[in-house]
């Protein structure tokens, strides 16, 4: 009787040192939970690389909840916070080589990419193009809203002060030197099948100095070189 008792003793034990871990980690993972619950996903993990390296294009709409810090430009113009010293800098080196360059369009909310849109649609079907087939035309120039870079505040683009340069300075000189401030051309000529956009010259995008010159001397495009 008394070794049957000592077994009871010793199960109910262990079932109560069961009950107690398991508490223990249901309080745990609650914890985490309340911890995490205003974190943005892409913060959570969700997302792996770094900030400047966000994937947009057809396929990736941007982040759940993203809402960058934005930088006002002197024409109006918006980028996010984190690239604009570099983006001083690349204009003032620019200006220093007589080249005049202008932000023609930084960041853009989805009201504003939907309206683009629109007007690239419309354009097309009074050209004669139905809605369908002037929709798909549309694509290949303009983002659908909620996968176009302009709404990460990381693309520029990148034109010429008419009354002091014109655009092929600006494209060019862009081309052979915007790696060198964290910037690439986001939408080669030789990358269409890939990127799904046509050549846009000024269309910049920052990806941080180390990914821009990789991808500037290797010849490759931001889907390729993330893979």
């Known amino acids: 009787m008394k070794r049957k ?3 009871r003793k010793y199960l109910l034990l262990q079932i109560l040192l069961f009950i107690g871990l398991a508490a223990f980690s249901f309080i745990c993972i609650q914890n985490l939970r309340e911890e995490f619950k205003d974190v943005p996903a892409e913060s959570r993990g969700e997302m792996s690389e770094e900030w400047y390296l966000v994937l947009v294009n057809h396929e990736n709409p ?6 960058p810090e934005l930088t006002v430009l002197d024409n109006g113009r918006s980028v996010d916070s984190r690239i604009y010293p570099d983006l001083q800098k690349m204009f003032d080196d620019m200006r220093a080589e007589g080249i005049y360059p202008v ?3 930084g960041y853009r909310t989805s009201a504003e990419q939907r309206q683009i849109m629109n007007e690239k649609v419309e354009a097309y079907i009074n050209d004669g193009f139905p809605r369908k087939r002037a929709e798909a035309l549309a ?3 303009v983002a659908a809203v909620g996968k176009s870079e302009h709404q990460l ?5 990148i034109n010429a002060d008419k009354a002091l340069s014109d655009n092929d300075d600006v494209y060019n000189w862009l081309a052979q030197n915007a790696y060198k401030y964290g910037f690439i051309l986001r ?3 030789d990358k269409i099948n890939i990127t799904g956009i046509d050549f ?3 269309h910049y995008r920052y990806v941080g100095e180390e990914a821009a010159k990789e991808i500037y001397e290797r010849g490759i495009c931001l889907e390729e070189y993330l893979g």
Do not use: F, Q
């Open 153 to 157: 505040g990381l693309a520029v683009d």
């Open 5 to 7: 008792n000592k077994r």
């Open 103 to 105: 932000v023609g369009e």
């Open 62 to 67: 941007i982040p759940e909840n993203y809402a």
């Open 187 to 189: 939408y080669p000529s």
């Open 139 to 141: 694509e290949n120039e």
């Open 200 to 202: 846009e010259p000024w």
